[in-house]
């Protein structure tokens, strides 16, 4: 095993940190380069990191996986090369380092402003996919930081591949390699070691399940950005439905929302509709209905969709404020406006989007609802890190502190003070 | 007992998420109004509060409390008024909220922008200064946000008073008193309640020592913001010490760092010394040894120490990288600048001061030196909502996450995504 020579976490702590001391002066274009490099490194390596990939999926097969999830391991030359281009997309990112606030003189005659700066060395937790492993060490390092990653343990082999070609392209351009370390152990206890390596990492960001995000934040000490959790919901008002067109649109809007990618937490789950709008509902859902989507009604939507011969059955309490990440959404009529409110005031907070016509609805929902993300007239899937224009996403927030929404490469780095005095003292 | 009639803590953050939903979108002069109240209430029952603070006070010493932490809950007219003029200083802050990134169009026609927004519901945990039952909650208020406060057990008296008043105040206002809620059980289960309550709660702020804030980072599942923890260094450089009037420059600077208010996390702990600045060092420390400050020297600066006649002892390898928070400090000799930044390297992060006169030196040290503030020439002391502009301050955080270095009300805010669509689906 390689585990066995591996230092311990505290050690993979210290190199990190003494990495991130590098990098956080680094230009920008010593950056890029170390990407273009890593890209490089990437093809170069491609037979190499394709056969330890094969290693992992032949035991991923061995061991039984679903095949599903056998195929999220799986790399082939084509990904390898959408991987590498994807490093040197990263590479060409305005650099969010260096900004600094506006100097202000204060009237102790001391001035102070705010620079941003890289949030240190970070430490990313996630499940199976061995693109992940490059995809957040490259948007680590461009932002200036060292990182430990900790992947799933079917792809410790891919990893492992993959970790020596970015740590290879580090060295050859004279960086500290120990800027990427990845934990080759799989032992949990190395995970949890990591949750609390407070002296060393700044943050913890999971990738992963609801499973993994909360076993992080039960257990770490780090200071963790929890994401990518939330139930959607998309309120459709009477207003949006006095057309053909606009029928016609808002149909188009809720079956990307359930079916473009059903799994993505930006997926609609809960359809709520104005009472007066409900006549139409036949029609803006026989495009989900004819995809086999799974509606749960509540008892007037469910009248109405059995009446106009769709599929649908009763929907349970509890398929209301839940998350399906699958082909299933709930459907709940309202009296209007102010009912949806209320309802995603209580269950709401990821995205939340509204389809209507007239303005002032779209004031209030704006003001009044509190999540990650609030929409007019937009497919919720739009909450995402490259449509929103970040470029790149490490991480969708769904918490409060720090970001919230689609995390680039600016929701990696950090501000401290700049304090320039004259011999000043406090009074 | 008026625990006993208390609701539940879950019962507690469901109404103060309710709260919260109103406060998020109150107008500025509503709050402020709101807080104009709060600080008439308070001068209109002085004498109740300050009844209720005596029986604190009372139970306090018969428990046998140290003199100090009495005289920190104690209360008098002169400090209620006080708190009462604190309060009208932050209505007339100006409000963080509202503030908008500019829109931009993206290639898929959407509109995009961030709205600042309340961070919702925060959970505040502090020991046993009443003050800032009020400071808190004002601060939380002017933010739009609703708090719990969990304060001290020898202050429960004094607590339940302004809780009383602040939330006379806001339903006067005909704004919902469940935006300030004190938990007036001082069982230690409810902390731990508070500390755990996700579906509520935002974010967790301790005020006070450092074993509180490793209380709610080890038990906490809601985010916590850590503050106020870390050593400070201040390198003094040759360049500083070239002419009497610089010589004396450091001294003052030395001496205000230190002791203008040593139980302070701003305060001075350790001075690094350029090894060529060594003749000069006992005109640099005389104000500090006549203040009586206790020096734990390395044996190059003892040696120079005692032969000028300062007091001084050996230092123990412990009294580097350890915050005193009291009137003592460490000093040590360094070659130069490198050594010095490598000294703070490992043991820095809160406040880090260089004096120098060389710019080259002060812009590698703003640039090498990874602290929540980093100041060249001044006092460390500086490091303060207050003394940095910000106007008003809850705390300080020295984690990297959310805010570093002093939070005013801008950092009791975050941002939502705003997206406007012309009915745009994901392709």
Redesign the interface.
């Known amino acids: 095993m390689t585990a066995v020579t591996q230092p311990t976490l505290y050690d993979m702590g210290l190199r990190a940190k003494k990495a991130a001391?590098v990098l956080?002066?680094l230009p920008t274009d010593r950056k890029a380069a170390a990407l273009r490099a890593i890209a490089a490194e990437l093809r170069a390596r491609s037979t190499d990191i394709l056969s330890a990939n094969a290693r992992d999926v032949l035991a991923a097969e061995a061991a039984g996986l679903p095949a599903h999830m056998v195929d999220r391991l799986r790399l082939s030359e084509k990904s390898l090369l959408a991987i590498a281009a994807d490093v040197e997309a990263v590479a060409a990112l305005p650099d969010p380092l260096g900004e600094q606030t506006e100097e202000?003189t204060?009237p102790?005659g001391?001035r102070?402003s705010?620079?941003r700066?890289p949030?240190?060395v970070l430490g990313v937790i996630y499940e199976s996919r061995p693109n992940v492993t490059v995809d957040t060490a490259v948007l680590a390092l461009m932002s200036g930081n060292a990182v430990i990653l900790r992947g799933g343990k079917e792809t410790v082999h891919s990893n492992a591949a993959l970790e020596e070609a970015v740590r290879s392209a580090l060295s050859a351009q004279e960086l500290p390699a120990d800027a990427v370390q990845v934990i080759r152990d799989p032992a949990r206890e190395r995970m949890l070691e990591l949750l609390r390596l407070?002296d060393c990492v700044?943050?913890i960001i999971p990738r992963g399940g609801a499973g993994l995000h909360r076993f992080c934040?039960?257990n770490a000490?780090v200071?963790?950005?929890?994401g990518g959790i939330g139930v959607v919901h998309l309120y459709l008002d009477s207003s949006f439905v006095q057309t053909p067109a606009d029928i016609s649109?808002a149909a188009?809007?809720v079956?990307?929302?359930k079916t473009?990618k059903p799994s993505a937490c930006n997926a609609l789950d809960t359809l709520l509709l104005a009472r007066a709008a409900l006549p139409v509902l036949p029609d803006v859902l026989r495009p989900l209905a004819e995809a086999g989507v799974d509606l749960r009604a509540d008892p007037e939507s469910l009248a109405v969709l059995t009446e106009a011969g769709l599929a649908a059955q009763a929907a349970a309490t509890e398929d209301f404020g839940t998350e399906f990440l699958a082909l299933t959404a709930s459907v709940r009529v309202v009296e209007g406006l102010e009912e949806a409110l209320d309802f995603i005031?209580e269950h709401g907070g990821h995205t939340d989007v509204i389809l209507t016509r007239d303005d002032a609805q779209?004031s209030r929902f704006?003001?009044?609802v509190?999540?990650?993300?609030?929409?007019?007239?937009?497919?919720p899937?739009?909450?995402?890190g490259g449509?929103?224009?970040l470029g790149a996403e490490v991480a969708i927030s769904t918490?409060?502190?720090?970001a919230?929404?689609p995390m680039g490469l600016r929701e990696l780095t950090?501000?401290?003070?700049?304090?320039?005095?004259?011999?000043?003292?406090?009074g």
């Open positions: 001391r956080r002066s202000k204060l102790s001391i102070v705010q620079r700066v949030l240190g407070d700044d943050a934040v039960e000490t200071p963790v950005i929890v649109s188009q809007i079956l990307n929302a473009q005031a779209a704006v003001q009044d509190d999540s990650a993300a609030v929409m007019v007239n937009a497919s899937r739009f909450n995402d449509q929103l224009g918490q409060k502190l720090h919230r929404g950090t501000t401290k003070w700049v304090v320039l005095g004259e011999g000043q003292v406090r």
